[in-house]
């Protein structure tokens, strides 16, 4: 019995032993591990996928980690949030523009059931909860600052979109040429070789225009291009003052949508496929389809009739394509048909000349009700909305006019430049008074003048080019930029009010969008994004702030600006994912009296390098 004392006692040592080992590979990894396993950003991130609790740009019920976060919400303490990040991974380069929403390789694994002839596959998918990246997009090796505009309508660096097949493709149409380092743009397209110069004054020498000038002393605002390859089309359009929204999908024609916005053209990836477009109705003065390999024939003309939506009373749709002017049987017939879906919507051959006919959309609804009682395609049902757009099937039915188009036989809006600043008559939809919109204009001139301010040390008159409002309201914001050589995408959010055609309305451009969602863009393509009150509202929605700003640092460039206007605790909140975002404070704006809790933050993305991307660039 005395022998089993020592022993005992040896165990208790050996245990002990054990403990202090046990707790001091503990230590070593709660102090190390979140370093070691959460790469910096200058190195390269083999683990491209990790689970913080929350999905990319969604809440992940089924995660202990994501409750805990939805119940800390925003401005706790470090100590009272465990979860915030002194780094996020870098994904693997092989996603350096990847679109979570518009992913092919997500198609092909969740085997989603698409009809391809239907173009389903090009519109938004997004991954569910486990298939969502939460990792830093790097850029691609070699990448450099963009090149300012104007003069990058003209070129780009190549290795900022290392793609080269359009030039070899295209390369006996001048879409784009590579010259050494740089991807240079002719301004050629499809059915321009020549010049989108000579093709838009060729438009507004048919349509009897003065000057042979497009936007009509200014009656023509707006563009919807689609289709718009590398949107030369609406980049030669801008200094006509004529704003365009180009348009095409994520296809074969490799990047097209990256290059215009590298570019610094407005562009937006989408497709005429199943859902209606994110753009209110009658927001464009001017369609346009230059061989945009568009079957406008197909479900009893339901793409016609969606651009019919979009389109304002009396605006055009000017289409070149060999329909329109070859003399083969088959396309003759495709001619044949397509001038009888044309005629009975209402609408007329305003000219036809050269490879191209321009159609004009009616003025009234006259034409309409004076149709033959069961013509196809029939006029939308009367609770239609026809501003109901997100994820919102299109309908093969006529839009018709509101009474009060119907009755001026047209929008009743002022030319251009004045359109901007006077109160449109879409506005009463809202129970706006022109007095409201005028001082909500000079509310955000006084916001925007403090912005230009606060960012006075860190910008020069190009250093911004393309500009986001994420909570574009009537426009404001993107109105008090209009004496800057910029562009701003205004979006509105989905389940708000329908303000985005009083944006359109004023002659400006966006979409509608959900934030709890990824944008439908490349990343690195906007210089500023100005977020009033976005996080505040996505939290309302129960969805996850850090992802919004993994999404927002995703489509934003190395080196560009965002903008917070929010609450303290949402500001303070931003902050702590500074440095896992490699962010930098660049200046925190006083609130005043008439911005109530408003705090104003503005951070500047750091230009970081991936080590592959370091070997590659020597």
């Given amino acids: 019995m005395s022998r089993g004392r020592p022993d005992g006692a040896q165990k208790k040592r050996l245990l002990t032993t054990v403990f202090v080992v046990a707790l001091f590979l503990v230590f070593v990894y709660v102090y190390y591990g979140p370093k070691n396993t959460g790469e910096s950003a200058l190195e390269y991130g083999s683990r491209s996928l990790r689970k913080l609790g929350s999905s990319y740009l969604g809440g992940d019920e089924d995660s202990d980690l994501g409750g805990k976060r939805d119940e800390a919400k925003f401005g706790l303490d470090d100590s009272e949030d465990g979860i915030t990040p002194k780094s996020f991974p870098v994904c693997d380069n092989r996603h350096s523009e990847l679109i979570p929403c518009l992913d092919r390789n997500l198609i092909y694994q969740m085997r989603l059931k698409l009809d391809l002839s239907l173009m389903e596959h090009y519109e938004r998918h997004c991954p569910l909860p486990e298939r969502r990246f939460n990792c830093l997009i790097p850029?691609?090796?070699?990448?450099?600052?963009?090149?300012?505009?104007?003069?990058?309508?003209?070129?780009?660096?190549?290795?900022?979109?290392?793609?080269?097949?359009?030039?070899?493709?295209?390369?006996?149409?001048?879409?784009m040429v590579v010259k050494g380092d740089k991807i240079h743009f002719p301004g050629g397209g499809t059915h321009f070789h020549y010049g989108a110069d000579k093709y838009i004054a060729h438009l507004a020498n048919m349509l009897n225009f003065s000057n042979n000038v497009l936007n009509n002393e200014g009656r023509l605002r707006t563009v919807f291009d689609v289709g718009c390859g590398v949107a030369s089309f609406g980049g030669y359009l801008l200094s006509s003052d004529i704003l365009t929204m180009s348009l095409a999908p994520n296809d074969v024609h490799q990047n097209q949508i990256q290059f215009a916005l590298e570019r610094g053209i407005p562009a937006y990836l989408g497709v005429l496929g199943t859902k209606r477009l994110p753009y209110p109705s009658r927001s464009f003065e001017l369609a346009h389809c230059s061989r945009c390999r568009i079957d406008w024939l197909q479900r009893d003309g339901l793409l016609l009739l969606e651009l019919d939506r979009v389109l304002r009373p009396g605006g055009y749709f000017a289409y070149s394509s060999p329909e329109a002017y070859a003399q083969d049987e088959e396309d003759l017939r495709i001619w044949k048909e397509m001038s009888a879906l044309a005629e009975r919507m209402c609408w007329r051959i305003a000219v036809k000349k050269n490879q191209t006919v321009i159609w004009q959309k009616p003025l009234s609804n006259d034409c309409y009700f004076e149709r033959e009682h069961g013509t196809q395609p029939p006029l939308c049902r009367s609770d239609d909305d026809p501003d109901a757009v997100w994820s919102v099937l299109m309908e093969p039915c006529i839009t018709r006019y509101s009474d009060h188009?119907?009755?001026?036989?047209?929008?009743?809006?002022?030319?251009?430049?004045?359109?901007?600043?006077?109160?449109?008559?879409?506005?009463?939809?809202?129970?706006?008074?022109?007095?409201?919109?005028?001082?909500?204009?000079?509310?955000?001139?006084?916001?925007?003048?403090?912005?230009?301010?606060?960012?006075?040390?860190?910008?020069?008159?190009?250093?911004?080019?393309?500009?986001?409002?994420?909570?574009?309201?009537?426009?404001?914001?993107?109105?008090?930029?209009?004496?800057?050589?910029?562009?701003?995408?205004?979006?509105?959010?989905?389940?708000?009010?329908?303000?985005?055609?009083?944006?359109?309305?004023?002659?400006?451009?966006?979409?509608?969008?959900?934030w709890c969602e990824a944008f439908s863009t490349y990343p690195r393509t906007y210089d500023l994004l100005h977020a009033w009150n976005v996080l505040s509202d996505i939290e309302k929605k129960g969805c996850s702030g850090e992802d919004l700003l993994l999404e927002m640092d995703r489509i934003l460039r190395p080196t560009g600006f965002a903008i917070f206007r929010d609450r303290q605790p949402v500001i303070d909140f931003v902050k702590k994912y500074m440095a896992a975002l490699h962010w930098e404070a660049v200046a925190t704006g006083e609130p005043n009296q008439e911005d109530g809790d408003e705090v104003v933050f503005i951070i500047q993305k750091k230009l970081w390098l991936t080590s592959e991307s370091f070997r590659d660039a020597e």
């Fill in 139 to 175: 850029p691609p090796p070699g990448y450099k600052i963009p090149i300012k505009w104007p003069g990058s309508r003209d070129e780009v660096w190549k290795a900022n979109i290392p793609h080269t097949h359009l030039a070899h493709e295209k390369s006996d149409q001048n879409w």
């Fill in 405 to 514: 188009d119907h009755k001026m036989k047209g929008s009743g809006l002022a030319p251009w430049p004045a359109r901007l600043t006077t109160p449109p008559p879409r506005l009463a939809d809202f129970g706006y008074s022109s007095d409201m919109f005028e001082k909500d204009m000079e509310l955000w001139r006084r916001r925007v003048d403090n912005y230009w301010s606060l960012l006075s040390p860190k910008i020069s008159s190009d250093t911004i080019r393309n500009v986001m409002d994420m909570k574009a309201n009537l426009g404001s914001f993107a109105a008090a930029l209009n004496d800057k050589d910029v562009w701003v995408m205004n979006v509105v959010a989905d389940d708000g009010p329908k303000t985005l055609k009083i944006v359109y309305d004023r002659g400006l451009i966006g979409s509608v969008h959900n």
